[in-house]
Each structure stands twice: as structure tokens, then as C-alpha cells.
């Protein structure tokens, strides 16, 4: 890295330092800084993923967010949360709920198209919606990324409608779902469970 572009960074810092940041706020890149606690990276940004206070850590060309880590997620536990986005390889999920644990969480996670199921999946948009709930297990956790895994019985557990918002119902062939309300089918990747998950 030259000269320029340390101290260049060097003005940023000292601004990101004195900045609170909420859920989502751009930090930097990948080839500026390694993600650290309390971010998350994708396409090669780093962003908040938790609420906080931005902070660099010049030696080691790091960047972090210090706030209130809610509950940390642990290899092999179960989570429920939303589905925030559809990548080409990766559907973003904000898990909500840790099975077993007490009270909300807000945790950026991520499900590659490679642990969506057992069998090959071709896009993650052929098995997950916006706004669906997933039901999923945490499989590793690395500084700016947190994988989730929906194969075998996990997966989605409320599914809704692309075109009318409605609930979607399971139906008898594998994969697929009718709106409850237009009719109109669908496919996900649904959970053993789907239906009967309360309160999530
Ligand atoms: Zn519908």
C-alpha cells in the first residue's frame, strides 16, 4: 500500500472513529481493510452488521464495529430469521431468534447456494422469497461472515406469496407451494416443520 493511500485512510479513520453506524452502513472494502467483529462483508464491501461505533485498527489494516453484540451466534446452534436479499450465490438472512434462547437478536447471516439443500441448486431464488422465514443451522463463523445451513430438515418455515403477500401452503410435490390466496404456485426449499413453527 503506498504512502498516499495510508494517509488517505488516515482522514477516513479518524471521521469513521467518532461515527456511530447503524445495520448496513458501508465501512470500507475488502482491499482497504479485514473485516472484523461486528461486520460483514459482500461483493467485496464490508458493512455494519451490528449498531455501533466504527473503529480502525490502523496496525492491522482492520475495521471493526464496537456496539452491543446481542447474543453471538455458535457453530451448530439453530436460528430462525428473515430473508433480507437474493444474491447470485448467497441469500442474505437477518436472523431474529436463536432456538432455546431468550429475546430477539438482529445477526446478518449468510446461506450459500451450496448449503441450500442437499441436491444441486442452480439459484437461490428458485428456493427462498423476500421476507420468508427460515429455519436454518449456523455452520461457521468467520470475521464478516456467519454461514447458515438450510439442507437436510431446515429451511423455509412461512413462505409468502411473490405476487400477492399471502401465505403460501405446502403442497404434496416436492419443493412446491400454492398461494393460499391467489393460487398461484411457487417453489422453496421448505423445512420439515413448515406451518407449524409458532411466534417467529
Ligand atoms: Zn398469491
Known sequence: MSKKSISKHGRKEHKMENDMKQIGDLLGTIEEFVPGKGTYTEDGKIYASIMGKGVVDRE?????????????????????????????????????????????????????????????????????GLGDIVKAKVIKIQPGMIDISTKGDFGVVKAFCRYCRHRMEKSAEKNMMVCSNCERKDTRKFSKDYGNVENI
Open 60 to 128: 492491522n489494516h482492520a475495521v471493526r464495529v464496537e456496539g452491543r453484540m446481542p447474543a453471538e451466534l455458535e457453530v451448530g446452534q439453530v436460528v430462525f430469521g428473515d430473508v433480507l436479499k437474493l444474491n447470485k450465490n448467497v441469500v442474505s438472512v437477518i436472523v431474529k431468534r436463536i432456538q432455546g434462547a431468550e429475546g430477539n437478536v438482529d445477526i446478518r447471516t449468510g446461506i450459500y447456494v451450496s448449503n441450500i439443500a442437499d441436491e444441486y441448486v442452480e439459484k437461490p431464488e428458485s428456493m427462498f
